[in-house]
């Protein structure tokens, strides 16, 4: 996901070797691995396609830990969900195009309502926002959240990219309670091992990340690494799309 604290106050720092930006792109390449494994997974060997799954599954979890500190330590909460918002929308049909092509678009319409994970991270920064807002009244604060989490059903990594950012800005200051409670949130992901194979369980690989290996550091600040991830996931998305349905 985007450096969104690049330009925001540092974090004290960790015994780890890697800082948010190096974190970004690795994260980013899984990313690319995982949908190249979505994509042409009929011409990849299954173990590939397995490895790259399970790299792929670091994607949903570190970027709903960025978004929880972004919104921690952003200087402008209110710009930051625009740029979310118009980004998810601008990633919109690509994700849609990846996905079905526009042949499988044009047999079934209904699969335009599809989204990728700038829509499930858009629905979380506004559950954030709903949570610490002051004009909501606090028994309606957990029926909007409720009603946020299924409206992400339809979106990439739904639920658990709106309740994971919430848990973790909500319980930052216990440690205990987060770790059980955005656990329990990606569960919901270690359940499709049973279904879907053991490359699920490449959640477990972020916690490992977060604790031993991140050092709470933003690394270099630029405008290049502020916006590439916006830029870059709806393109990558263009790319592969053309590269599955049209060239191989």
Same mark, same amino acid.
């Given at each position: 996901m985007e450096n969104s604290i690049s330009n925001t106050v540092e974090m004290p720092s960790n015994k780890g070797f890697i800082n948010r930006t190096a974190l970004k792109y690795i994260v980013i390449v899984t990313m690319v691995l995982d949908h190249v494994a979505w994509g042409f997974d009929d011409r990849l060997a299954p173990i590939v396609c397995q490895l790259f799954h399970f *790299?792929?599954?670091l994607t949903g979890p570190t970027m709903a830990f960025f978004l929880a500190e972004g919104y921690r330590y952003t200087h402008?909460?209110?710009?930051?969900?625009?740029r979310l918002g118009i980004f998810a929308l601008l990633s919109w049909l690509p =994700? *849609?195009?990846f996905e079905k092509g526009i042949d499988g678009v044009i047999k079934n319409p209904a699969v335009l309502v599809s989204q990728g994970v700038l829509y499930? %991270? =858009? #629905?979380?920064i506004t559950a954030l926002r709903v949570w610490d807002s002051k004009n909501i009244p606090e028994d309606r604060k957990? %029926?909007?959240?409720? #009603?946020l989490c299924v409206a992400s059903i339809i979106g990439d990594w739904?639920?658990?990219d709106v309740l994971g950012p919430l848990f973790l800005h909500i319980y930052r200051d216990n440690k205990k309670k987060e770790y059980i409670l955005v656990t329990l949130v990606y569960s919901l992901n270690l359940l499709l091992v049973f279904v879907a194979g053991w490359y699920n369980l490449g959640v477990l690989l972020v916690p490992l990340i977060i604790i031993f290996c991140y050092n709470g550091k933003g690394g270099k600040k630029s405008a290049f690494n502020k916006w590439f991830f916006y830029v870059f996931y709806p393109l990558h998305l263009v790319i592969l799309g053309i590269l599955r349905w049209y060239v191989f």
């Open positions: *790299v792929g599954r402008d909460v209110v710009k930051y969900q625009k =994700f *849609v195009f499930t %991270l =858009f #629905l979380g957990r %029926l909007f959240i409720a #009603l739904p639920i658990m």
